[in-house]
Nanobody, 126 residues
Framework: QLQLVESGGGLVQPGGSLRLSCAASEVTLDYYVVGWFRQAPGKEREGVSCISSSGGSTKYADSVKGRFTISRDNAKNTVYLQMNSLKPEDTAVYYC???????????????????WGQGTQVTVSS
């Protein structure tokens, strides 16, 4: 069974950077689409970014385009989310999720994914 563990969250000042990691165990991530999602208090979980199994295709929410970069290292069985120019509105619990690719599915849509990590808190505050 695919198990995902996020790390790298923390407290950062506005304008700062963090790199989140999503490490998989038990199963190789090579054939999975991986997405990053976030959920702020009182809000629905929203898609942030996703990456194809090969890493050749990526997608970003409009709110993070130009600031966040998703990447993957299949040799390390890990997907990363580099977050730059962080804003207070980026504060949320960040989750990674994975699922085999499905043609036509929206990889920024939470229901597409069946395997989820436990989340890591990101707080952007001065």
């Amino acid at each position: 069974q695919l198990q995902l563990v996020e790390s790298g969250g923390g407290l950062v000042q506005p304008g700062g950077s963090l790199r989140l990691s999503c490490a998989a165990s038990e199963v190789t991530l090579d054939y999975y689409v991986v997405g990053w999602f976030r959920q702020a208090p009182g809000k629905e979980r929203e898609g942030v970014s996703c990456i194809s199994s090969s890493g050749g295709s990526t997608k970003y929410a409009d709110s993070v385009k130009g600031r966040f970069t998703i990447s993957r290292d299949n040799a390390k069985n890990t997907v990363y989310l580099q977050m730059n120019s962080l804003k207070p509105e980026d504060t949320a619990v960040y989750y990674c999720a994975a699922d085999p690719p499905i043609d036509g599915s929206d990889c920024l849509s939470p229901p597409v994914f069946g395997s989820w990590g436990q989340g890591t808190q990101v707080t952007v505050s001065s």
